[in-house]
Nanobody
Framework: QVQLVESGGGLVQPGGSLRLSCAAS????????MGWYRQAPGKERELVAA???????NYASSVKGRFTISRDNAKNTVFLQMNSLKPEDTAVYYC????????WGQGTQVTVSS
């Protein structure tokens, strides 16, 4: 079973930026599409960005134009560049396959607050 380790979260002011990383214990090329998800307190986990093996991306409407997902298949790592952060982006962020079928990691907390 693949292990996913997310990092890069933290406390940032509104309008700020963060770059999240997700390191996988085995080939993400073999996994296929990868995604970043988030779960805010009291809310269900939601998919915010996904990327195919070939680099085709999709975003939730709430983050489109502000977040950018990318992947490095050689390093088995997926990234999420988050710009123009808003308080409503506050959540624990997780990576997983595009279908969310893998075991979930611990996630990384992102807090957007002044």
């Amino acid at each position: 079973q693949v292990q996913l380790v997310e990092s890069g979260g933290g406390l940032v002011q509104p309008g700020g930026s963060l770059r999240l990383s997700c390191a996988a214990s085995r080939s993400i090329f073999s996994i296929g599409a990868m995604g970043w998800y988030r779960q805010a307190p009291g809310k269900e986990r939601e998919l915010v960005a996904a990327i195919s093996i070939g680099g085709i991306t999709n975003y939730a409407s709430s983050v489109k134009g502000r977040f950018t997902i990318s992947r490095d298949n050689a390093k088995n790592t997926v990234f999420l560049q988050m710009n123009s952060l808003k308080p409503e982006d506050t959540a624990v962020y997780y990576c997983n396959s595009g279908s969310g079928s893998l075991s979930w990691g611990q996630g990384t907390q992102v807090t957007v607050s002044s």
